[in-house]
């Protein structure tokens, strides 16, 4: 996807650019459209008009319809796309599309004037715009070309070699950091946390580039005083400093696509995050001389 007019994605009007394919697997993700790399389907049930069409075009026959109801075997779809293009009411669309670098380039340079007037730009975000690097790179040459601000939204997770090119063109990194402990961390995103934690430490030195950590607050997994205690003092040893720490509150908002895509919801059962433990978390933060602001 393509989201133009952000606000949420680093400084001003900005234009965010979404890859598909993640390496991790974060219980809450809220974008399990973006963690396959190729295109998949997305279904909208209040469009179906049950016309049958998908059903026919369908050859796995993992598609069908009883009691005016269409039923999906997501176990057999092998993304073939033929029930997305066939599809009369947009109640099945396809999920990511094959773009070159000049087509992105042109849609993000709509917007140039905007960007202009609000310190604005393009981010990439994902997914995770590393496991499609070398489009990455060439999107971030691309764009500093046009004079854009660049912004990378990353975990952080990828070889050193692969990153540190990236960040030859980049402004601003808003680096995920979900937790210290790196048993804790591949217990909820299926990686440990070395490379990640270790390229921060390497990614602060790189002259030019300002670093804004996010950091998201999931109950039952990084909510705790004690943990945002040690993210604080892991933060106050980097050199020189990251210039703020981003709290991205627990939501629910992508629950509904897992079920749009076949997947399971792991965090179904846990609870949101509330306004007041928030405010404490960030005066918490801020009680170590760090500046930090709440994130969606």
Not at 1 to 29: A, E, M, Y
Not at 234 to 256: A, D, N, R
Request: net charge neutral.
């Amino acid at each position: 996807n393509i989201q133009r007019f952000s606000i949420h994605d680093g400084p001003g009007i900005r234009t965010t650019v979404f890859l598909k394919g993640c390496s991790l697997r974060c219980g809450w993700c809220s974008n399990p459209e973006s963690i396959r790399l190729s295109p998949e389907i997305i279904t909208r049930d209040i469009k179906c008009i049950r016309c049958g069409k998908c059903v026919e075009a369908c050859s796995q026959q993992a598609i069908t319809v009883v009691e005016n109801t269409r039923i999906i075997q997501w176990e057999k779809c092998n993304y073939c796309m033929k029930c997305a293009e066939v599809c009369p009411s947009g109640a099945i669309e396809a999920v990511g599309r094959y773009m070159t670098v000049a087509e992105v380039i042109d849609t993000v340079g709509r917007d140039a004037s905007y960007y202009r007037r609000t310190n604005g730009g393009m981010t990439l975000s994902g997914g995770e715009p590393l496991v499609q690097w070398q489009f990455a790179l060439k999107l971030l040459q691309e764009a500093k070309k046009r004079g854009f601000h660049t912004t990378l939204d990353t975990s952080g997770y990828a070889d050193w070699e692969v990153l540190d090119k990236v960040l030859n063109y980049t402004d601003l990194v808003l680096y995920d950091v979900k937790h210290l402990d790196s048993a804790r961390h591949q217990e909820a995103t299926g990686v440990p946390n070395e490379r990640i934690l270790d390229n921060l430490r390497k990614t602060v030195s790189k002259p030019k580039t300002k670093i804004w950590v996010r950091h998201p607050v999931i109950p039952q997994f990084s909510d705790s005083e004690e943990e945002l205690e040690e993210l604080c003092k892991f933060i106050l040893t980097l050199e020189p400093s990251v210039e703020k720490i981003s709290l991205l509150p627990y939501h629910k908002f992508g629950e509904l696509k897992y079920a749009a895509t076949g997947k399971v919801y792991p965090w179904k059962e846990i609870p949101t995050i509330s306004d007041e433990q928030i405010e404490e978390f960030k005066k918490l933060v801020e009680s170590h001389g760090l500046k930090v602001d709440v994130g969606r």
